[in-house]
């Protein structure tokens, strides 16, 4: 099969590999219809998340039609599935209890120590996402292997196309978890930071779940469009002192919620963040965590920061003490997205819930390391993309 | 086979040595209070001390399944080479409560081991040990609690050995890798994965593969 492989830093291509088969007796084998490439990739596109090899198959956002079956699947061969990137046994403490992305038994014995090492704890499996997270090939691909393919695929409809269902893999249960974690009040305003996807779909719920104002903060003009486009008013940090307006547009009372949708890799000239990019690129490991930073000083004291970005690694110069003094509450984590598929469907089923907007460009998979490079140095109008094994050019 | 809380007559004075480290490992506050360690809680063998000439190894793990299940699981040693990664195969040797076991060495080799249960508690523990003359000179136990709650059940296990020279020193060290705790873990996690998923989790794309990601360490 052809699938997109990553070879190192912003070295990715399209090659043949095998295809994969039935392994385990609960796996699925499913032909991918489409696959989008994550903001999250893009930490693996910029080499600063560890744990990759050579020829990784990479993506975590795929559906596809079931073509085979274990003996355990409960799927059928032809049925039309949405795949969670998070793999989830569902039968270990953490899934009974829905925090399906600290399965215990989704990440290989032999692949847990690196991460239990660094968070004390071994993470879950992930799709197409580095060897901390299991190495599992992806979705960028014509074919993937699904594990416990009995509890994470989702049914969808035949009249509901792929534009519509796909975001239920990752960034819209994802956006919608964010604004759960934020803990949202009526009457509350709510900040969030990244006007990605993840921060533009957090947008969505945050008003969804009651939020009086959101407020989205980006530097990309067109992304702050389709962020006032959904109802939030918007502050380019390009433009504006962040923390200063964040306090004026609340009355001197700052927000009662934030949201850091940026995670790792954030933009901006901060003192710190400029430091932290340079450890990056020395191979020190640092984070930059600027955002994180500026959102604990901007909340208000007794309120929330809900944290959906990724970060993977240490951070300097924390500001503990605003984090303590104020009392806030910190809620962060990957998305336990089998929690929510099922109420996000009927939402998309009912049109409540539009996520085409989002969707800048439809490449083939063939075109999936330009795609790649535009979702990367394009950010203001590849918002992003959506790569279509089936197709040969461009729609 | 065994009744309920019946010993096989173990742990007589010739094995004193690993009966001791076993038991120093399994015990909690009350014996540590009593020696010259800081009073805690904590299992013995999570103590910063060392177990004479006795390696001890000793990981829990809490396995959201009936304790009886799991017991009876690990009660049949011949199922213990489906999660320990260099155990090639356990069968029955010819005395009751005996096993051999076959142990994965260098060069395609193998080591085999001849053990006894020493005790059993139905539900609760299972004991064994090497018989006299048997090149790797171990023992182990498994304990069997409930967990809180809904947690399932809380599985010890708790492995001591003499690190023996030679082609058997060798095939221990196989066995237990560098680091024991870590081959500890990874089999116990194995043991997990079959219980609470009826498989172990690999990411290989292909059998073959997935075969020989779990050999990667062996």
């Given at each position: 099969?052809?699938?997109?492989?990553?070879?190192?830093?912003?070295?990715?291509?399209?090659?043949?590999?095998?295809?994969?088969?039935?392994?385990?007796?609960?796996?699925?084998?499913?032909?991918?219809?489409?696959?989008?490439?994550?903001?999250?990739?893009?930490?693996?596109?910029?080499?600063?998340?560890?744990?990759?090899?050579?020829?990784?198959?990479?993506?975590?956002?795929?559906?596809?039609?079931?073509?085979?079956?274990?003996?355990?699947?409960?799927?059928?061969?032809?049925?039309?599935?949405?795949?969670?990137?998070t793999i989830s046994c569902g039968g270990c403490f953490h899934c009974r209890?829905?925090?399906?992305?600290?399965?215990?038994?989704?990440?290989?014995?032999?692949?847990?120590?690196?991460?239990?090492?660094?968070?004390?704890?071994?993470?879950?499996?992930?799709?197409?996402?580095?060897?901390?997270?299991?190495?599992?090939?992806?979705?960028?691909?014509?074919?993937?292997?699904?594990?416990?393919?009995?509890?994470?695929?989702?049914?969808?409809?035949?009249?509901?196309?792929?534009?519509?269902?796909?975001?239920?893999?990752?960034?819209?249960?994802?956006?919608?978890?964010?604004?759960?974690?934020?803990?949202?009040?009526?009457?509350?305003?709510?900040?969030?930071?990244?006007?990605?996807?993840?921060?533009?779909?957090?947008?969505?719920?945050?008003?969804?779940?009651?939020?009086?104002?959101?407020?989205?903060?980006?530097?990309?003009?067109?992304?702050?469009?389709?962020?006032?486009?959904?109802?939030?008013?918007?502050?380019?940090?390009?433009?504006?002192?962040?923390?200063?307006?964040?306090?004026?547009?609340?009355?001197?009372?700052?927000?009662?919620?934030?949201?850091?949708?940026?995670?790792?890799?954030?933009?901006?000239?901060?003192?710190?963040?400029?430091?932290?990019?340079?450890?990056?690129?020395?191979?020190?490991?640092?984070?930059?965590?600027?955002?994180?930073?500026?959102?604990?000083?901007?909340?208000?004291?007794?309120?929330?920061?809900?944290?959906?970005?990724?970060?993977?690694?240490?951070?300097?110069?924390?500001?503990?003490?605003?984090?303590?003094?104020?009392?806030?509450?910190?809620?962060?984590?990957?998305?336990?997205?089998?929690?929510?598929?099922?109420?996000?469907?009927?939402?998309?089923?009912?049109?409540?819930?539009?996520?085409?907007?989002?969707?800048?460009?439809?490449?083939?998979?063939?075109?999936?390391?330009?795609?790649?490079?535009?979702?990367?140095?394009?950010?203001?109008?590849?918002?992003?993309?959506?790569?279509?094994?089936?197709?040969?050019?461009?729609? | 086979?065994?009744?309920?809380?019946?010993t096989h007559g173990a742990l007589a004075a010739g094995i004193a040595l690993?009966?001791?480290?076993?038991?120093?490992?399994?015990?909690?506050?009350?014996?540590?209070?009593?020696?010259?360690?800081?009073?805690?809680?904590?299992?013995?063998?999570?103590?910063?001390?060392?177990?004479?000439?006795?390696?001890?190894?000793?990981?829990?793990?809490?396995?959201?399944?009936?304790?009886?299940?799991?017991?009876?699981?690990?009660?049949?040693?011949?199922?213990?080479?489906?999660?320990?990664?260099?155990?090639?195969?356990?069968?029955?040797?010819?005395?009751?409560?005996?096993?051999?076991?076959?142990?994965?060495?260098?060069?395609?080799?193998?080591?085999?081991?001849?053990?006894?249960?020493?005790?059993?508690?139905?539900?609760?523990?299972?004991?064994?040990?090497?018989?006299?003359?048997?090149?790797?000179?171990?023992?182990?136990?498994?304990?069997?609690?409930?967990?809180?709650?809904?947690?399932?059940?809380?599985?010890?296990?708790?492995?001591?050995?003499?690190?023996?020279?030679?082609?058997?020193?060798?095939?221990?060290?196989?066995?237990?890798?560098?680091?024991?705790?870590?081959?500890?873990?990874?089999?116990?996690?194995?043991?997990?994965?079959?219980?609470?998923?009826?498989?172990?989790?690999?990411?290989?794309?292909?059998?073959?593969?997935?075969?020989?990601?779990?050999?990667?360490?062996?």
């Amino acid at each position: 099969m052809r699938a997109l492989t990553w070879h190192g830093t912003k070295d990715v291509r399209v090659e043949t590999v095998d295809d994969p088969e039935i392994v385990n007796p609960r796996d699925a084998i499913i032909k991918v219809s489409s696959t989008a490439i994550c903001g999250s990739d893009l930490h693996l596109y910029d080499g600063v998340i560890p744990g990759m090899m050579a020829g990784d198959i990479l993506g975590h956002e795929f559906m596809g039609e079931v073509v085979e079956t274990g003996p355990a699947s409960t799927l059928q061969k032809g049925q039309r599935v949405v795949v969670p990137f998070t793999i989830s046994c569902g039968g270990c403490f953490h899934c009974r209890i829905e925090q399906y992305s600290a399965c215990e038994n989704s990440n290989p014995v032999e692949k847990q120590d690196a991460s239990a090492m660094l968070y004390g704890h071994p993470m879950a499996g992930l799709f197409g996402y580095s060897h901390m997270t299991g190495g599992y090939s992806g979705g960028q691909a014509e074919y993937v292997r699904v594990p416990f393919s009995d509890v994470g695929p989702i049914v969808v409809p035949d009249h509901l196309e792929d534009d519509k269902v796909l975001f239920l893999s990752d960034i819209l249960p994802t956006g919608w978890m964010a604004a759960e974690n934020a803990e949202i009040q009526p009457d509350d305003t709510v900040a969030v930071w990244g006007c990605g996807p993840v921060g533009l779909f957090a947008v969505r719920s945050a008003l969804a779940m009651g939020a009086a104002r959101v407020i989205a903060i980006d530097h990309y003009p067109h992304r702050l469009e389709l962020a006032h486009k959904l109802g939030a008013e918007t502050i380019n940090f390009r433009e504006t002192h962040v923390r200063e307006a964040l306090l004026e547009m609340t009355g001197g009372i700052g927000v009662d919620a934030a949201i850091d949708a940026v995670g790792m890799e954030a933009h901006g000239f901060a003192i710190d963040n400029m430091l932290d990019v340079v450890k990056q690129k020395v191979g020190i490991g640092a984070d930059r965590a600027s955002v994180f930073k500026q959102a604990l000083l901007a909340v208000r004291p007794g309120g929330r920061l809900s944290v959906p970005g990724v970060y993977g690694g240490m951070t300097d110069k924390f500001p503990l003490g605003a984090l303590m003094e104020k009392g806030i509450t910190v809620r962060a984590g990957q998305t336990h997205v089998q929690r929510y598929t099922d109420r996000l469907l009927a939402m998309i089923e009912e049109g409540v819930l539009d996520t085409t907007f989002l969707i800048s460009y439809r490449l083939p998979l063939e075109e999936a390391p330009r795609g790649y490079r535009c979702f990367r140095e394009e950010q203001n109008t590849w918002t992003k993309v959506v790569l279509k094994p089936g197709i040969e050019t461009q729609q | 086979m065994t009744s309920h809380g019946r010993t096989h007559g173990a742990l007589a004075a010739g094995i004193a040595l690993a009966a001791g480290a076993i038991a120093l490992a399994a015990k909690q506050q009350n014996r540590r209070r009593h020696r010259d360690h800081p009073a805690d809680d904590a299992p013995g063998f999570t103590a910063r001390r060392d177990f004479g000439r006795y390696e001890v190894v000793g990981r829990s793990v809490t396995i959201a399944r009936p304790r009886a299940e799991l017991f009876a699981y690990w009660r049949d040693f011949t199922n213990l080479a489906r999660f320990m990664e260099n155990l090639v195969d356990v069968s029955p040797a010819g005395a009751e409560g005996h096993s051999v076991w076959t142990i994965r060495a260098p060069a395609g080799q193998s080591v085999e081991v001849e053990t006894r249960i020493a005790r059993e508690v139905d539900g609760e523990l299972i004991a064994w040990r090497s018989v006299e003359g048997s090149d790797i000179d171990t023992e182990g136990r498994v304990t069997f609690e409930d967990a809180p709650g809904e947690r399932g059940t809380r599985v010890g296990l708790i492995i001591a050995y003499v690190p023996p020279m030679g082609e058997a020193g060798r095939a221990a060290a196989k066995l237990f890798r560098r680091e024991p705790e870590v081959q500890a873990r990874h089999d116990l996690k194995r043991f997990k994965m079959l219980m609470e998923t009826g498989e172990i989790a690999t990411s290989a794309r292909r059998k073959d593969a997935a075969r020989a990601a779990q050999m990667e360490n062996a």
